[in-house]
């Protein structure tokens, strides 16, 4: 049972485009929400994260979004670049449940030039 | 910052050999560490996670085992491996706020 599910699985987007990657989760106890971008071969790298006290950070070009009532949240990559291209990965996890991530299936996202 | 090393890096083992993966972890103390699994194209399936030294945890029953000898250390193992355990090893640790998670650079075994 997938805690976290994560859309679309595949993205094509132009070169200076937004690219959106939406999130949805049912465990209303969790309280952290961290998007992860993996490149072929390699390891996830933590690229940005969110606490539901706020509806929305920003680290720049790459935006989440929080909908906490909607139980959903989106990463937005504007301006998206060749080097962009990449696995996305959202998860969330409970603070006293020893850091635990729950992640989504992961969305790939291709960049055209 | 904290960094994690695995090795190795690639691994290629047949059917009912032995296993062991490595992960260290520099600039931090006690962290939380985790082994996870990745199958090709696929998401990140947590197997083991640890909270300190001696104490592992498992997520899912398989073929595979933890240990945690020291407190930056974490070990994967099996006694014989199947061709169902190949896939991407990833080593992960929190930092000291136990909420952000990072990963190591991850290991490839293939079983023939």
């Known amino acids: 049972q997938q805690q976290v599910k994560q859309s679309p699985q595949s993205l094509i987007v132009q070169k200076g485009g937004i690219s959106i990657i939406n999130c949805a989760y049912e465990?209303?106890?969790?309280?952290?929400f961290p998007w992860y971008q993996q490149f072929p071969g390699k390891g996830p790298a933590l690229l940005i994260a969110?606490?539901?006290?706020?509806s929305e950070k920003k680290e720049g070009r790459f935006t989440i979004s929080f909908n906490k009532s909607a139980k959903q949240f989106s990463l937005h990559i504007m301006d998206s670049q060749p080097g962009d291209s990449a696995t996305y990965f959202c998860?969330?996890?409970?603070?006293?449940?020893?850091?635990?991530?729950?992640f989504g299936a992961g969305t790939q996202v291709v960049v055209t030039p | 910052s904290q960094t994690i090393h695995q090795w190795p890096a690639t691994l290629v083992q047949p059917v009912g050999s032995p296993l062991s993966l490595e992960c260290t972890v520099e600039?931090?103390?006690?962290?939380?560490l985790y082994w996870y699994r990745q199958a090709a194209g696929r998401g990140l399936q947590l197997l083991f996670y640890?909270?300190?030294?001696?104490?592992i945890s498992s997520e899912v029953p398989q073929n595979l085992s933890a240990s945690r000898p020291q407190d930056r250390q974490f070990i994967l193992s099996s006694k014989k491996l199947l061709l169902s355990d190949s896939g991407f090893y990833l080593c992960?640790?929190?930092?000291?706020?136990?909420?952000?998670?990072?990963f190591g650079p991850g290991t490839r075994l293939t079983v023939t």
């Open positions: 992960a640790s929190t930092t000291s706020s136990r909420y952000e998670q990072y």
């Open positions: 465990n209303t106890a969790f309280d952290y």
């Open positions: 969110i606490r539901p006290d706020v």
């Open positions: 998860a969330a996890s409970i603070g006293d449940s020893w850091g635990k991530l729950q």
């Open positions: 600039g931090t103390s006690n962290p939380n």
């Open positions: 640890s909270v300190g030294i001696g104490q």
